[in-house]
Structure formats: C-alpha cells, structure tokens
C-alpha cells in the first residue's frame, strides 16, 4: 500500500495475500512479465477500452489507452487495459441503442469482477459514454473519463461540412432534384477525414461535453480533436489523476451529485446539445441513486441560452469550437451569469468552477457571449398532454420557431416499413400543415428507439420548396440532425399510449413553448380506440437478447434502462478461492 493510500487498496484483496490464493492471482498475470514489485501495493488501474475498427470513431483508441498507461505509471499505478462491447453507431444494426445496457453490463461486471482500484473508461461514439459510465457508476470505483475526441472539420468544395448533418441537409437537396447524385456522393471522404467522432454538435460530442460538465473527466475533454497532441496529453494526465483519486478515495457517487446533473442540464442547453442526453443522464442518474426527472431539464436548462454556434443548430464545427476556448469557456459564461452550480466536485479535486473562472475565449461568434445567444431560451422542451402523458421532447435550437406553435392534420405512418413505402406515394394526401406522425419506433416497438424520428419529408413537398413540417413519434433523433421534431413519445406506441390510436385526419395541437402535445379528440373516442387496440394487441417472442430486451426496457422518460439494472451494487465481490 503506498504511503498516501488512506484505505486499503481494493486489488489487495486479489494479490496481497501470501497463501495459495495470492500465489495464484499474482502468478497468471505474472506471464505478462508483470514483476512481483507491481503486486505490492500500488493501486491496480482498469483501462475501460471501447476499442473497435467496427466503432470508427474509437479505432485511434489503443494510442488513447498507450498514453494513459504512461501517465499511471508515472503517477505509481499498474495499468490493466480490458475490453468491453463497443456499441458503435454508424456500423451495428438496427440501432446502437439496443445495445448500450448491454454494454453497460459487460462493463459493471468486468469491474466488479476484477482487481481493479480504478478505472478509466474510453469512450467516444454515441452510447459508449453512457453505457462506460452506467456501468461504472453501478460499482461506484473511482473513474475518470477520456472522450476520443471529434474528427477534424470535413471539408468539400473548399467548405467545411458536419459529420451527419451534411448527410441529411445533401440528401434532401438530392431528393429535391437540386443536387446531383455525383455531388451527393463526393461529400462521402471529406466528411470524415481523420480519426475521431462526428464533428457536429451531435450526441457523441453532447455526452463528451455532459461528461466534463459532470466533472468526471479533466477540462476540455469534450472539444480537442481527437489528432490534436493535446488529446493525447489529456490521457496522460487522466492516467496520473486517476491514482490520485484513488489514493484520495474519490469514487463517482462523490461527483455525480444532483447538482452535477443540474449543472449538466444547463450545458446541454448552453451548447445545442441532443435530445439523446436527456435519456442517457436519465440513466446514468439512476445507477448511482439520483433522481432525476423530464421537470428538471425544464426547471434548469430551459431559460438557458444556446451560447455555442455549432452545427446541426448553428454554423461551426467541433474543431473551431476548441480553437474558440471549448467547454471551459462556455461554463465560464454560465457562471458568471449565475446560471451554474459552482460547488460541484470534479475528477481533479477542485471545484467545476475553480476548473473554469479564468478561461478564455477567443471567438465570440462560435461561442456567443450571454447578450448575444444563438438561441434566447435553448433547452429542451419538454411536452405533455393526452398525446404524451409521460412526456416528450423538443429541441428548439434545431426547430423552425414558426412551427413551434402549429396545429394540424395528422397523416400516420404505423411503422418505418409504411412511412419508407407511403412517403413516396405522389397521391398522399399531405401539405405542409400537415403533422406527420410516426409510431412503433420506440423502445420496444423498433426495437431499440432507433433514431428515425427526423424521418425525411415527401419528395412532392421537397421540389415544392417545403424545408420542415412538425413531425411526431415516438422514436430518438441523431444528435446530427435538425427539424421540428417532437421526440421520445412515452407510453410509446408498442406500449399501447395515446400515440398508437392516431388517425389520418386527427388533429394534433403544439405548442412548444406552453410544453403542450395534444390529440384533440375526446377521451372517450381516445379510450374506445385503445380498447380496440388491446384486443389484438401481442408483442412477438423474438428470444435472445432481443426478448430479454422488450421485455425489461423501461419507457423514455425513465432512460430505457432495463428495469433490473437500476442502482448502485457497488464493488463488494464475495472471495473466491482456487
Ligand atoms: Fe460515432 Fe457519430 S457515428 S460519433
């Protein structure tokens, strides 16, 4: 045990014994050439890896984890890297999502399981932050995070265009007949020119942003590109806090406070981030016992400004957000205008704010000053009524502020089958008034709420000149794209809500800023089509993964976590002996 150490050292209970059991842990790992000195008493770091050339935008990350190592090292720890599922977005079908509890378990179990004193996780593409930091925060070790860091502007005909974004802006110029195929196509290599994660202000770059607004990892985790040498020094510098904290005892629950997660709340906001965190800082509350519910993203983060001018809400990208003073910049100007949490406790021992009262920024148009927001109140809308009696959401930043408000004709689509098959049809009966409407694309009626919910508008509106009309369902939506999209439509429609008895011709009312989403018909006529709904109503036995899935995910407003996994079990794990 080093001199510092103030409990004894977890992984002790592994290698510090001189029996037969000692002897046994010590010697497997010893045919790494591992020497007896490291089993005596130096805190044993996990490397968490989310590693995969299948997951793009973490194939850089054994250099990610290399650098660690030498800073734990350095710092006096013994580092043990592991792999865990890595969920990548781009590449696993039908959706990451289905797969992030999954990971979060295979995470939970390879720390509890392990001599491990600390962890650090690396994470990068969407649901690997969240699924690293459910699973650890169930063990409640000390942890810090590593982000990979987004990818270096993409660049096309000398402009620079946006992981994701690009992609739906070109495809509906496409479709509209403005854009020609080879155009289309020619984006495809410079969109994605060097390692990292999407370069948009999309959910990866949200949750890094959301981890560092936690305070579980250093400052400017979320923002350095992912090629940038300061990444790297980053790592490194994780890898000599993390065996401090160990020695300091400073495990997660510690810094996932409730405060924290306001404070989260506030930067999702600042910064234009996605939808998704509002499900993925659900779940992550939850593992480590805080409450967290739809009200507090409106108690906290709604009157509060989009700062950050970042694609898909604003103009820039990832890389000019670093250049312009990144996170620390943002949260500086939160504070100061007494709209953070300054108490809060972070990875590094000090307080959020004594991490940020002296940053700099460098461009005030990539990160506006409070006076001049890119968007007045930024937060994500939270919606009720009999459409959605358990919530929905609304991210104003990336809506057309005329539509936030609207009434209309619904024109239905009961799953993505019939919206890909209808929406072609040259004779359906739809304008721009209208309200599309699409269902069984929650959590269990995809499954997996995949984000389909920004669901493209009908060609004949497009070469019409039509850019945005009010969508509904109860499906997630890329952190990439942008739209007036009602999102998160919880009972979802697989689960028999108010969404599945929609009718072509219902008339649906919005009202975005009132937080209202209603169907407007009367209850009785809402109730009698749900009682015929039940009558026929079975959700098919898939087995597997997938019907351990549909049968324990919970809804959306409760971070579609599966309903056992809920809670702290902390790191306690009965001896075993060989
Ligand atoms: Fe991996 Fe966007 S697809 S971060």
Known sequence: MSEKTKKPLRSAQWFGSDDKNGFMYRSWMKNQGIPDHQFKGKPVIGICNT??????????????????KQGVIEAGGVPVEFPVFSNGESNLRPTAMLTRNLAS??????????????????VGCDKTTPALLMGAASCNLPTIVVSGGPMLNGKHKGQDIGSGTIVWQMHEQYKSGELSLHDFMGAEAGMSRSAGTCNTMGTASTMASMVEALGVSLPHNAAIPAVDSRRYVLAHMSGIQIVDMVEEDLT???????????????????IGGSTNAVIHLKAIAQRIGVDLDLEDWQKYGREIPTLVNLQPSGQYLMEDFYYAGGLPAVLRRLGEAGKLDKETITVNGKTLWDNVKTAPCYNDDVIRT???????????????????????????SAATPELMKHKGRAVVFENLDHYKKRILDPALDIDADCIMVLKNCGPKGYPGMAEVGNMGLPPKLLKQGVTDMVRISDARMSGTAFGTVVLHVAPEAMELGPLAAVQDGDLIELDAQAGVLNLLITDEELEARLALLRETHVIVKTG???????????QA???????????????DVPSHSH
């Open 370 to 396: 409070i006076d001049n927001p890119l968007v007045e109140q930024g937060g994500i809308c939270i919606l009720r009524g009999n459409l959605a009696p358990r919530g929905a959401v609304l991210k104003p």
């Open 252 to 270: 997660l629950s510690k810094i996932l406070t409730p405060e924290a997660f306001h404070n989260a709340i506030r930067t999702n906001a600042a």
């Open 544 to 554: 597997g993964y997938l019907e351990l899935y549909r049968e324990h995910v919970l």
């Open 105 to 122: 378990m295979d995470v939970e179990e390879s720390i509890r399981g392990n001599p491990i004193d600390g962890v650090v996780l690396l």
């Open 557 to 571: 407003d409760e971070g579609c976590d599966f309903d056992f996994l809920i809670g702290c079990r902390g790191a």
């Open 51 to 68: 590693w995969s050339e299948l997951t793009p935008c973490n194939a850089h990350f054994r250099q990610i984890a290399e650098k660690v």
